[in-house]
């Protein structure tokens, strides 16, 4: 993968995980914590993801 397009993937997981944080935040209040919890797996899912491509995206600045 080459560096731009480790950055572009990098800036849409952030905006899907800035998108389920307000869904989350939206569930929460009307009470559906089975949608919460499947959310909550999502953005674990998110976090490793990004983590990965810091890590690629590391081994180019260095």
Do not use: H, P, W
């Not at 569930?27 to 998110?46: I, P, W």
Request: glycine share 4%; proline share 0%; no cysteine.
């Amino acid at each position: 993968m080459k560096k731009r397009q480790i950055e572009t993937e990098i800036n849409e997981i952030k905006m899907d995980y800035i998108n389920l944080q307000g869904d989350i935040e939206k569930l929460e209040s009307t009470g559906n914590d089975s949608y919460v919890q499947k959310a909550e797996v999502r953005l674990a899912s998110l976090e490793e993801r990004l983590a990965e491509l810091n890590k690629q995206l590391d081994a180019f600045e260095s």
